[in-house]
């Protein structure tokens, strides 16, 4: 099997490979930490599922960022790109040691 791709075992004790639509993905990853799709959610929720998913302690400094929201699709990111890409988002920079990632910033406006 490759990437987007899924398999399934028929009533008749066969496996048919087929591609994957979005549909098929999104159900598979809903409400599990590789579900990263984000819809008008706060930086802290976004936070706590990063967390989760990379097994890293997460601190924003200005709490006032932690309420700022965010709408991306982060699922297939790497923890750099995912803290990349909020930091282009939201007017944040992070910084990282260990297991351990600090946001600064002001956030949104």
């Known amino acids: 099997i490759q ?3 899924k398999v399934v075992y028929t009533s ?3 496996l048919k490979k087929s591609d994957a639509t979005n549909s098929d ?3 598979i990853t809903a409400n599990t930490e590789y579900d990263m ?3 008008n959610s706060t930086l802290d929720n976004v936070v706590k599922k990063i967390e989760d998913k990379f ?3 997460v601190t924003i400094e200005n709490e006032n960022a932690g309420k700022c929201h965010i709408t991306a699709d982060l699922t297939d990111q790497s923890l750099a790109s ?3 890409l909020i930091s282009e988002a ?3 920079t992070y910084s990282k040691k260990d297991n351990q990632v ?3 910033g002001s956030g949104c406006k």
């Open 3 to 5: 990437p987007n791709q």
């Open 12 to 14: 008749k004790g066969k």
């Open 25 to 27: 993905v999104s159900l």
């Open 37 to 39: 799709k984000f819809v």
């Open 55 to 57: 097994n890293v302690k």
């Open 82 to 84: 995912t803290l990349q």
């Open 90 to 92: 939201l007017d944040v």
């Open 102 to 104: 600090t946001i600064t």
